[in-house]
C-alpha cells in the first residue's frame, strides 16, 4: 500500500506522530508513567496518613492505639480534623499515669495479704482484765474506740518498718 502524504502536510512532521497503523510509543510511554505516577502518590498519600501512627510508636500502648484510631477514621472519612488530631496527639507527650496507680494497687494488695502481726500488740481475744486500767482523766471522758478491721481478725496492717522502728 503506497502512503501518500496530505497535500498540505509539512514535510517534517514531530516524532510522537505514527504513520497508521504503527504502534504509538508515545502513548504506551504515557500509560505506563501514568501508572507509575498513580501508584507512586498512592504510596506518598498512604505513608502520609500512617506518619501520627509512626510517631506514636515511642509513646505508651493506649496513646498509640487513639493515634492511629484517628489516623484510620481520617482515612476512610477524608475527614482531615481526624488526621490532625491524631498528628499532634502523636506529638504531644501524655504523662503515664498507669503505672503509678499500679504500684500503689499492688502494694496494697501486699499490705492486705501480709501476716504480720507486731509483738507488742493485745490479741483481740485478750480479756478485758489483763489489759491495764485506764487513767482517771481519760475514764472521766466518753471516748469511743473503733479497732480496725485487720485487727479484729488477728491481722495489722501496721508496718514498725515505716515508723523507722526495728523488731
Known amino acids: 500500500m503506497d502512503v501518500s502524504k496530505h497535500p498540505i502536510a509539512i514535510d517534517h512532521v514531530p516524532a510522537f506522530i ?20 498513580i501508584f507512586a502518590v498512592g504510596t506518598l498519600y498512604l505513608r502520609l496518613h500512617a506518619l501520627p501512627e509512626q510517631m506514636a510508636h515511642r509513646t505508651n500502648k493506649v496513646q ?7 489516623a484510620l477514621i481520617a482515612l476512610f472519612t477524608h475527614n482531615q ?3 490532625i488530631a491524631a498528628l499532634l496527639l502523636a506529638m504531644i507527650e501524655l504523662p503515664n499515669f498507669i503505672t503509678p496507680v499500679t504500684s500503689m494497687a499492688k ?17 483481740a481475744s485478750a480479756p478485758a482484765a489483763q489489759q491495764p486500767a485506764p487513767v482517771a482523766e481519760a475514764a472521766a471522758k466518753p471516748v469511743e474506740t473503733v479497732q480496725p478491721q485487720a485487727a479484729q481478725d488477728g491481722h495489722s496492717s501496721h508496718n514498725p518498718d515505716q515508723n ?4
Open 18 to 37: 505514527t504513520a497508521p497503523g504503527q504502534t504509538d510509543i508515545l502513548f504506551n510511554f504515557v500509560i505506563v508513567f501514568l501508572i507509575c505516577m
Open 64 to 70: 498509640l492505639q487513639v493515634v492511629a484510631v484517628l
Open 81 to 83: 480534623l481526624f488526621w
Open 107 to 123: 502494694s496494697l494488695n501486699r499490705i492486705a495479704r501480709s501476716t504480720y502481726v507486731p509483738q507488742n500488740y493485745p490479741p
Open 164 to 167: 523507722g522502728e526495728k523488731q
